[in-house]
């Protein structure tokens, strides 16, 4: 078929999927790089006559031709197709009473501040059994799984049996601790001299980095020497394993002023200590 439009006549009951190509011109269309390719299309040919059998939870409904069935029994509805012809749809409704089902959902809360690593997860239920659907926000997670890791916030678990029936429950993921880092208070130094660098963490850090590195015995260390050659401020990140990251810094100042060392006595006994005279 060709045109915009396609009419099949006399399918046999059944379902049917369809595909189109569209292009610009007629001879691009059998060129892949330019042509469209349709989704799929269904199309289900129905019995003229045909039966629907369902099972609900109480207090829920079917629809069939506008009408809103929630009790048991068996309903007929006549439709018409558009050439005519009509069809009759029997539904054979059986409404399940709705258990007493009772779903403990319960939370942890992520491992520090912005981690999407919290959770919601099924803790215990009664008055039903698997299978059932373990549902987060509407979304399902699939079986068998009753646990999702969820950055922080509000959510709504739902446990859902074959029949419709649920119970729910809102419940709240916290944030963790934010990663706080600290290092030595600002401090001065003479030319030449080093300085340990040590930091505090409330988190377990897995990685660090000192900038800038120069002078840095250990720029990815949590704690290292420093040997600046003039005043210098130096800036520590750390990282936890889940991404939350945090920062200090520390100004060191270097005295260039010279200072001179006179000795008032040596030792020229060959010990090899303090055997010169020397200033320093």
Same mark, same amino acid.
């Given at each position: 078929? @060709?045109?915009?439009?396609?009419?099949?006549?006399?399918?046999?009951?059944?379902?049917?999927?369809?595909?189109?190509?569209?292009?610009?011109?007629?001879?691009?269309?059998?060129?892949?790089?330019?042509?469209?390719?349709?989704?799929?299309?269904?199309?289900?040919?129905?019995?003229?006559?045909?039966?629907?059998?369902?099972?609900?939870?109480?207090?829920?409904?079917?629809?069939?031709?506008?009408?809103?069935?929630?009790?048991?029994?068996?309903?007929?509805?006549?439709?018409?197709?558009?050439?005519?012809?009509?069809?009759?749809?029997?539904?054979?409704?059986?409404?399940?009473?709705?258990?007493?089902?009772?779903?403990?959902?319960?939370?942890?809360?992520?491992?520090?501040?912005?981690?999407?690593?919290?959770?919601?997860?099924?803790?215990?239920?009664?008055?039903?059994?698997?299978?059932?659907?373990?549902?987060?926000?509407?979304?399902?997670?699939?079986?068998?799984?009753?646990?999702?890791?969820?950055?922080?916030?509000?959510?709504?678990?739902?446990?859902?049996?074959?029949?419709?029936?649920?119970?729910?429950?809102?419940?709240?993921?916290?944030?963790?601790?934010?990663?706080?880092?600290?290092?030595?208070?600002?401090?001065?130094?003479?030319?030449?001299?080093?300085?340990?660098?040590?930091?505090?963490?409330?988190?377990?850090?897995?990685?660090?980095?000192?900038?800038?590195?120069?002078?840095?015995?250990?720029?990815?260390?949590?704690?290292?020497?420093?040997?600046?050659?003039?005043?210098? @401020?130096?800036?520590?990140?750390?990282?936890?394993?889940?991404?939350?990251?945090?920062?200090?810094?520390? @100004?060191?100042?270097?005295?260039?002023?010279?200072?001179?060392?006179?000795?008032?006595?040596?030792?020229?006994?060959?010990?090899?200590?303090?055997?010169?005279?020397?200033?320093?």
């Amino acid at each position: 078929a @060709t045109e915009r439009t396609h009419q099949i006549q006399q399918l046999a009951a059944g379902t049917y999927y369809f595909r189109y190509l569209y292009s610009n011109t007629i001879s691009s269309i059998d060129n892949p790089k330019c042509r469209i390719v349709s989704d799929a299309i269904l199309v289900e040919i129905v019995p003229v006559e045909f039966i629907i059998r369902d099972t609900l939870c109480e207090g829920m409904t079917v629809e069939l031709g506008g009408i809103e069935y929630g009790e048991t029994g068996i309903y007929q509805q006549l439709f018409t197709a558009s050439n005519g012809c009509d069809s009759l749809v029997t539904l054979d409704l059986v409404v399940f009473p709705d258990p007493p089902i009772i779903a403990d959902f319960d939370t942890r809360p992520t491992s520090c501040e912005g981690a999407d690593d919290g959770s919601v997860f099924l803790a215990s239920i009664s008055g039903t059994r698997p299978p059932f659907i373990f549902i987060i926000n509407d979304s399902i997670i699939p079986a068998p799984n009753t646990l999702i890791y969820v950055p922080a916030g509000t959510y709504t678990a739902r446990i859902e049996n074959e029949y419709g029936c649920f119970d729910e429950e809102v419940v709240i993921v916290e944030d963790g601790p934010p990663l706080e880092i600290k290092t030595n208070e600002d401090t001065t130094i003479v030319l030449g001299h080093s300085i340990l660098l040590t930091t505090q963490t409330n988190l377990v850090a897995s990685s660090a980095s000192w900038t800038p590195a120069t002078g840095v015995e250990c720029p990815i260390c949590l704690s290292t020497y420093v040997t600046p050659l003039e005043d210098q @401020t130096y800036v520590i990140e750390a990282m936890t394993e889940d991404g939350c990251s945090d920062m200090d810094s520390i @100004t060191i100042r270097v005295d260039r002023t010279p200072v001179l060392y006179v000795p008032n006595v040596f030792s020229p006994n060959g010990d090899q200590v303090n055997d010169y005279f020397s200033v320093t």
